[in-house]
């Protein structure tokens, strides 16, 4: 059983089970960087399409297409993608008409050399912190790309990630894969799992005989979970006690004119039964609504949705469209790497679709199995420990921010948001991290890990965003520290000015970006 491990069996395919394998055979394959030979197989249905709900990534998805191999115009052209600075929340305090408040990409300026907070109170209390000591919530405002023409794939004036089509990027990664890495893909319903006497996997078996032998194998079939949950029944861990949705309404609709400006950010919106998403691509807008079946039926919110969408399009167009409904129990595994068996994606966990942390955490456990890849079984049974300690902590700490956003709501008038303000609903870490920051704003003593998944700076914008009260020690007028927050905030307005003259709108530079690709590469738009 001390064998290297040189095969392994990647089950599912998808945005999770596609950028595993790339990453894998990227770093490990035959063709990697390392050259460790490792052999690649992935099995999926050929009748599961992708769910491909949310959409949206964070700014390390840039790094993950990057290191398989992949151009980034490449990228934006075929998965109709655009650019993600962050998310915009719209009446998530209290619904009033100026409820509105933004989770940018780019941490304040000065955030490492000063007290953001403190200082934004001394000299800009009279401003959203959001744009206290940060561009990037008014460039987004005025549609503005990331980046210009000139600079280089994944290379950013200000941060960003993407939203794209899921379906389509699986595609994409699945041809490099095959085509560039040397993974075997195969397109088969698994019949049976073979095990060896000590409960670790030993082959798949499909249903037209073939047999797949590894000696690692991982989990990337969604909420099937066929390994992890089927085969080694693996409890799952519910947050719906914290978390309190558990469906999803999402429909596709076009744009009303094909020249609409496409959105810097995510846009969240909260109703009083849910909340709803909006992600501008290049050819469409995927939105849907999130809710409790506690206090919604489908009915309800489908009826919610369309009153949305026709803010913006034609009647006849909302009526037109189809919607799908989805249903997922929020929580994730209690043990995520089982024997040889590593569980990503859905399979592993999944809390609900704000601020993209499905892709974040798919991500972050190929990261660190491509760094961390075992030498042999023994060898894998110690890295597992750790994989399972560390993924434990950092679900929880995703469950800590996406509650966040809704534990200090105001909505009074809503029974959906006065059970998320229950504090019987919020887990005790939040507790303690609330009760300390009336007195500290959040700082990276409060998120010790490295690659924690959400920075102190990501708390910071949504508690204040929401009307969060922090005491302020008292500065000096002449203090060092005012001094510097003073030449930061000059500086930012000569960088506002300038970014806004010199960065191109989203479909301006998405479009240039196509068509330059077109004309190298000779591929049809």
């Not at 790339?22 to 999926?44: S, Y």
């Not at 941060?159 to 893909?185: I, P």
């Not at 798919?362 to 075992?374: I, N, S, T």
Request: glycine content about 6%; charged content about 20%.
């Amino acid at each position: 059983m001390n064998a290297p491990i040189q095969q392994v069996v990647i089950v599912g395919g998808g945005t999770a089970g596609w950028l595993c394998a790339g990453m894998l055979a990227a770093k490990l394959g035959k063709q990697g960087e390392r050259q460790r030979g490792i052999e690649i197989t992935l099995i999926e249905s050929p009748d599961v399409s992708t769910i491909g709900v949310g959409e949206g990534s964070w700014p390390s998805l840039r790094d993950t297409l990057r290191e398989i191999g992949l151009s980034e115009s490449a990228f934006i052209t075929h998965c109709q993608a655009s650019f993600k600075q962050g998310s915009t929340f719209v009446g998530w305090r209290d619904g009033s008409e100026h409820d509105r408040y933004h989770h940018p990409f780019t941490n304040p300026a000065g955030y490492t050399e000063i007290d953001v907070h403190a200082c934004w109170q001394a000299l800009h209390s009279n401003k959203p912190y959001d744009r206290a000591f940060s561009v990037q919530p008014e460039l987004c405002e005025q549609h503005k790309a990331p980046k210009q023409l000139a600079t280089p794939d994944y290379a950013y004036v200000l941060n960003y990630g993407y939203h794209f089509d899921a379906t389509r990027l699986a595609e994409m990664v699945s041809d490099h894969c095959v085509n560039q890495l040397g993974v075997r893909h195969v397109k088969a319903h698994i019949e049976q799992v073979v095990s060896h006497q000590n409960g670790d996997i030993k082959a798949v078996t499909t249903q037209c005989g073939q047999t797949l032998e590894g000696e690692l194998f991982i989990d990337c079939s969604g909420q099937s979970a066929l390994l992890a949950g089927k085969h080694y029944n693996v409890p799952w861990h519910s947050v719906k006690d914290i978390l309190l949705n558990d469906s999803a309404m999402a429909v596709q609709v076009p744009y009303h004119e094909q020249d609409n400006t496409i959105a810097s950010t995510t846009l969240a919106t909260a109703h009083p039964q849910g909340w709803s998403w909006d992600i501008g691509l290049q050819h469409r807008r995927g939105v849907g609504m999130v809710y409790s079946s506690d206090f919604a039926s489908a009915d309800d919110i489908e009826q919610s949705l369309k009153r949305y969408l026709t803010k913006r399009l034609p009647h006849d167009v909302v009526e037109q469209a189809t919607c799908r409904q989805l249903h997922f129990s929020p929580g994730y595994r209690t043990e995520f790497w089982t024997h040889n068996c590593l569980s990503l994606g859905m399979a592993s966990g999944f809390i609900e679709p704000l601020e993209a942390s499905a892709v974040a955490m798919v991500e972050l456990g190929v990261r660190m199995l491509c760094e961390q890849f075992p030498q042999n079984r023994d060898h894998m049974r110690i890295l597992a420990a750790r994989y399972n300690e560390r993924f434990a902590y950092r679900w929880a700490r995703v469950i800590d921010f996406v509650k966040l956003h809704y534990a200090i709501n105001q909505r009074i008038n809503d029974a959906y948001w006065n059970a998320h303000r229950d504090p019987a609903t919020w887990p005790d870490s939040l507790k303690t991290l609330l009760s300390l920051w009336q007195y500290q704003p959040p700082s990276r003593y409060d998120v010790v890990q490295n690659e924690e998944i959400f920075p102190s700076a990501s708390y910071q914008f949504v508690l204040y965003g929401m009307g969060f009260k922090t005491q302020s020690p008292t500065l000096a007028d002449a203090s060092d520290m005012l001094k510097r927050a003073d030449a930061i905030s000059q500086k930012l307005q000569a960088t506002l000015l300038q970014f806004s003259q010199g960065l191109p709108d989203n479909r301006a530079l998405l479009n240039a970006i196509r068509e330059r690709y077109q004309h190298l590469s000779g591929a049809p738009l």
